[in-house]
């Protein structure tokens, strides 16, 4: 998507105040071609290996980023763009593309080497960080993202990629050797699992959906993707690099309602695995809905909820410097993202004092402005069910402490920061995945480690003090309840090397860029009796490369 106007970061000096009437851009500040032509069309999809138009229904896209009406009424959400509203019957043609591409394991892309399926993804990975400008602006005007955080995120995703590449090296050298063990020779090598279905999240429609994708397709896995809800339109610059990049029927890209399309994908029981970040009750949906689900391998990342505990002996401006970037980074719109906030009485009022001056001090504005840290919201009806949820605070005995809290213009919604919350308001249990800051204020260790328990949710916490023992003994005692305790630091995903999963309804599965291809790979031994005909017959199998399979070829 082309424009006339810069979308970087010093394309204005000041970001506008978020209550500023100027807030949203007027038609003179909206690129060009948004207005002429309506934005960016998506007019097929990516099946078998061809670019299919599509002749049905289409949907709007539409942008967090508003139009300022001359009449002074509400900020109008601009049309950016339209995609596909595919159905039933296109879904599956999509599905038949990579069910024979896979061809029960005997198809080109999973007979191929190790080396020859990386040479595909190091060209696609060319083909991605030239369209790097456009993700970025498709990345800002979707769904809101800043310049930098969208920057970020495609840095992000090509280092991944190459990461990935990387450890498949490493992993392809391991699986060459030969291990003899109560007298039986054998070697174990990773093999794809089939076809996989591949679904990311709206919040990082790029990284999180490739940290799947990517790791199923380099395994020799043919792949059938549907991109998010929101973040649809960033695909478009990238379809013609995934056709010319893998070859026909590997990787097929269709769009639509989930309901309309991957209901019958997962009734036809021709999916192998299910790749699906999003709520624990979507997916338990959807995989019920396979004939065969104990044949279903399954990689989840689901709801979080995730607290932050902060001790009576924490230093308090770390806390409130972690906990501020924790809960309203990219607005709290992440799954990692400190969902509510416990914090000791002795500190509480301190706390929430310090951390109501940190959010004014957040700059407000377009992802493009300088400096901005606070957004539009890209889910519609999103503004209404936060003020329902503020609503719901005061009525039980919450007030909103910093200046402005709660209060919107169009699709923004200016950080809520909630005190005191009690177990009685629908914040202190539901996951806002947005800008309302809930802080509970607790007594005794016992008080917090209560609320973990009960939790439906174990993906991550982080607990903020100083003295060790104390520190120690709710480790222990936390660690059985989340898949991972940050200490004095917000909760995150990175560093991609390290292993990303939960606990309870929070994720199935483990990711990380070693355990993705162990996630996307079965293992598959070939094993002898240790004879002397035995070993010669294995060694000419080796030594004359009679097979793909048994082999010590490895890459370095």
């Not at 851009?25 to 309506?38: A, N, S």
């Not at 995989?287 to 990689?299: E, F, I, N, T, Y």
């Not at 993202?337 to 009022?349: G, I, Q």
């Amino acid at each position: 998507m082309q424009s006339t106007k810069t979308l970087g970061p010093d394309s204005n000096e000041h970001a506008p105040g978020w209550s500023n009437p100027d807030f949203f851009p007027d038609e003179k500040g909206i690129p060009d071609k948004l207005i002429r032509e309506g934005g960016l069309s998506i007019n097929h999809a990516l099946i078998a290996g061809e670019l299919r138009d599509w002749r049905g229904p289409f949907a709007e896209v539409l942008s967090p980023i508003c139009k300022k009406t001359e009449d002074g009424s509400d900020p109008q959400p601009l049309v950016i763009g339209k995609t596909p509203l595919m159905n039933g019957k296109a879904a599956l043609q999509a599905l038949d593309a990579a069910v024979n591409a896979y061809g029960q394991g005997r198809g080109d892309w999973p007979s191929f080497s190790v080396a020859r399926r990386i040479e595909h993804v190091e060209q696609f990975l060319a083909e991605m960080r030239s369209h790097r400008e456009a993700v970025v602006e498709l990345l800002m005007w979707e769904i809101g993202k800043t310049y930098n955080d969208a920057c970020k995120e495609f840095d992000r995703t090509a280092d991944y990629i190459s990461d990935t590449i990387h450890e498949l090296k490493v992993l392809d050298r391991r699986s060459s050797r030969f291990e003899t063990v109560g007298g039986v020779v054998a070697q174990t090598r990773r093999l794809p699992v089939g076809v996989a279905l591949c679904m990311g999240p709206y919040n990082y429609p790029l990284n999180e959906t490739f940290t799947t994708l990517i790791p199923a397709l380099i395994m020799g896995n043919t792949v059938v993707f549907k991109p998010a809800k929101y973040g649809v339109l960033l695909i478009a610059p990238l379809l013609e690099a995934f056709r010319n990049s893998f070859p026909p029927g590997v990787i097929n890209v269709i769009f639509g309602r989930g309901r309309d399309t991957v209901g019958p994908l997962m009734k036809s029981g021709h999916v192998d695995m299910f790749a699906f970040i999003g709520t624990h009750k979507g997916a338990s949906a959807l995989k019920q809905m396979h004939p065969k689900p104990h044949r279903l391998k399954a990689v989840l990342g689901l709801d979080a909820n995730n607290p932050a505990i902060v001790l009576a002996d924490a230093d308090l401006d770390l806390a409130v410097s972690e906990c501020v970037a924790g809960a309203l980074s990219f607005n709290g719109q992440r799954c990692t993202a400190l969902k509510l906030l416990l914090v000791h009485e002795s500190l509480a009022e301190e706390f929430v004092s310090r951390f109501s001056v940190a959010v004014n001090n957040l700059v407000a504005g377009m992802p493009w402005d300088k400096n901005v840290a606070l957004t539009p919201l890209p889910e519609p009806g999103k503004v209404a069910y936060l003020r329902e949820l503020v609503k719901d605070a005061e009525t039980n005995g919450a007030a909103i402490v910093n200046e402005g809290g709660g209060q919107a213009n169009g699709t923004y919604f200016h950080p809520a920061l909630l005190y005191p919350v009690t177990t009685s308001m629908r914040i202190y249990s539901e996951e806002q995945f947005g800008p309302v800051i809930p802080v509970v204020a607790f007594r005794n260790e016992a008080e917090a480690i209560r609320h973990v328990r009960d939790s439906e949710f174990g993906q991550q916490l982080s607990i903020f003090g100083t003295d060790p023992e104390t520190m120690g003994g709710l480790i222990d005692i936390l660690a059985n309840q989340v898949g991972r305790i940050n200490l004095n630091g917000q909760c995150q995903r990175g560093p991609d090397t390290l292993p990303f999963n939960g606990r309870k309804d929070s994720a199935e599965g483990t990711l990380s860029v070693s355990d993705a291809l162990r996630v996307f790979s079965i293992r598959t031994t070939v094993s002898t009796k240790s004879s002397e005909r035995n070993r010669d017959l294995v060694t000419g199998i080796v030594r004359g490369r009679h097979s793909r399979t048994l082999t010590t070829d490895y890459l370095f």
